[in-house]
């Protein structure tokens, strides 16, 4: 791989039209040749540490520590500390993708006998409804198989919609993600996707708590 530097060019610089700016700073990045595969690593890398940055300036202006993604975001815009939070973000991504109860779409036909075309099919209309989530990694996305109680449901379950609906008020994808993946004060210690078959609506509620307890912070 060639030695050049990346080149940073802001939209400010005049590379891009005045008519573009509107609605911020706008970034070009030029790096030099390499795979495809080795361009969707830099980018993730550059999605996670976006991610860390963006969910600091809120605080950094305001004072507050929680993100939209659910971790806490650095109390300051040092560059250090947005690097160790990007190094823990991407490793709480990598322990959820390695436990199982994220697949990819192939996967999840697997696991519900249904056809890859008409899963294709569920799974744009459950996404576009909200009924469903997927987080991405490496260009690969990956869906919740607790969202389809047993495994053999073909759609998703009405008690993860629920959950679903109230998270999202202030949760992205990986936030929610998280959430469901992290032991939960409400529960018991318990994590909610292990609790979401057998008691759905303590996970209702416990997902209410989580979004009360953010907008009172």
Request: charged share 25%.
């Amino acid at each position: 791989m060639s030695a050049k530097k990346i080149v940073v060019r802001r939209g400010s610089d005049g590379y891009t039209p005045a008519s573009e700016q509107a609605d911020g700073i706008q970034l070009h990045i030029e790096l030099p040749a390499m795979s495809g595969h080795t361009a969707d690593v830099y980018l993730d890398c550059l999605e996670v540490l976006n991610r860390v940055f963006l969910g600091a300036l809120p605080q950094a202006a305001a004072g507050t520590e929680e993100t939209v993604s659910g971790f806490s975001a650095p109390r300051t815009l040092n560059p250090r500390t947005l690097f160790r939070e990007a190094v823990m973000l991407a490793e709480a991504r990598q322990l959820i993708l390695q436990d199982g109860d994220w697949v990819t779409a192939a996967g999840l036909s697997q696991l519900t006998g249904l056809e890859p075309a008409a899963l294709a099919a569920g799974l744009r209309a459950w996404l576009r409804d909200g009924r469903l989530i997927s987080v991405s990694d490496r260009s690969q996305e990956y869906f919740p198989v607790f969202a389809f109680g047993d495994s053999t449901k073909c759609q998703p379950t009405a008690e993860f919609d629920a959950v679903v609906k109230v998270l999202s008020k202030k949760k992205d994808s990986w936030g929610i993600a998280f959430w469901f993946a992290s032991s939960n004060h409400f529960l018991g210690g318990k994590r909610p996707k292990d609790l979401l078959r057998s008691t759905p609506e303590r996970v209702r509620c416990a997902a209410e708590e989580e979004v009360a307890w953010q907008l009172d912070g």
